[in-house]
């Protein structure tokens, strides 16, 4: 996968772009995650109160959309 692939795919589910160029996604529950993408890699983030923590990541050359429609490929 590419870096654009991966922003398309956030885009089409829903995932925001913030000012710092993040993905950004609440819940209905109130959790919020994040997409941090570099140039090589993404990562995926959860807010909490005492900032963000990375619960898992990957480089592009590893992920995928599966079946499902979901972005796999991201270790923790």
Do not use: F
Request: charge should be positive; aromatic fraction near 14%.
């Amino acid at each position: 996968m590419t870096r654009d692939e991966v922003v398309a795919w956030a885009e089409s589910h829903g995932w925001k772009r913030d000012s710092w160029g993040h993905y950004q996604r609440v819940t209905p529950q109130g959790n919020r995650y994040r997409l941090k993408l570099s140039r090589i890699a993404a990562r995926y983030e959860v807010r909490t109160e005492y900032g963000w923590v990375r619960l898992m990541s990957g480089y592009y050359r590893d992920l995928s959309i599966n079946v499902d429609g979901k972005l796999s490929g991201m270790r923790r």
